[in-house]
């Protein structure tokens, strides 16, 4: 069974950094592209970044980019989001997901973690 | 980047069909993935590519497209139905970045 696991969200002051972490089990991660998507409190899904499975390809949404860097390690079965320079409207939860199909970059995510919670607040 | 327009809520009779439709102008390049989030859920995906069902998504559910509009349809709603649904697409610059729109709340009455 395809499980991943969100961790390091927490409360954070403006300004400050964050390092978000995803572990990923029943699958053979090297194989496949991941994403991060998140969701601000009663709003609707906002893509974030995602990345090959080789890390050759990396992507990132205008409202993050120059601010956090997505990476994996697929020795540790692991995707990572750091966060710096964090704001009030970076507030989410933070999904970790699969794409679908391996060795393909389509952006179809499948299955999603259950997420961790980032809020900025001072 | 490209954007992608939903109908905010939309509902349904039990039993009956419904249409969800996303409007963009990367859908003319590329196909809608759509997903279903029910409350304090983590979201499922349901239809991608042409018209494809994961494993375990009942055949109620079906996708469509035609020009800058993909649609997802449920023939025969059930209450279980009743979600928020997004629609997501690639940019149509085809560089590695996706959209998600804004959502539709789907009630079942």
């Known amino acids: 069974e395809v499980q991943l696991v969100e961790s390091g969200g927490g409360l954070v002051q403006p300004g400050r950094s964050l390092r978000l972490s995803c572990a990923a089990s029943?699958?053979?991660?090297?194989?496949?592209?991941m994403h991060w998507v998140r969701q601000a409190p009663g709003k609707g899904l906002e893509w974030v970044s995602g990345?090959?499975?080789?890390?050759?390809?990396?992507g990132y949404a205008d409202s993050v980019k120059g601010r956090f860097t997505i990476s994996r390690d697929n020795a540790k079965n692991s995707l990572y989001l750091q966060m710096n320079s964090l704001r009030a409207e970076d507030t989410a939860l933070y999904y970790c997901?699969?794409?679908?199909?391996?060795?393909?970059?389509?952006?179809?995510?499948?299955?999603w973690g259950q997420g961790t919670l980032v809020t900025v607040s001072s | 980047s490209s954007e992608l327009t939903q109908d905010p809520a939309v509902s349904v009779a039990l039993g009956q069909t419904v249409r969800i439709t996303c409007q963009g102008d990367?859908?003319?390049?590329?196909?809608a993935s759509w997903y279903q989030q029910k409350p304090g859920q983590a979201p499922v995906l349901v239809i991608y590519?042409?018209?494809n069902r994961p494993s375990g998504i009942p055949d109620r559910f079906s996708g469509s497209s035609s020009g800058n509009t993909a649609s997802l349809t449920i023939t025969g709603a059930q209450a279980e139905d009743e979600a928020d649904y997004y629609c997501?697409?690639?940019?149509?610059?085809?560089?590695?970045?996706?959209?998600f729109g804004g959502g539709t709340k789907l009630t079942v009455l």
């Open positions: 997901a699969k794409e679908l199909r391996f060795l393909e970059w389509l952006g179809w995510f499948d299955p």
């Open positions: 029943g699958f053979t991660f090297d194989d496949y592209a």
């Open positions: 990345i090959s499975w080789n890390s050759g390809s990396i």
């Open positions: 990367s859908l003319r390049s590329y196909y």
């Open positions: 590519g042409k018209n």
């Open positions: 997501n697409s690639r940019d149509s610059s085809g560089n590695p970045y996706w959209v």
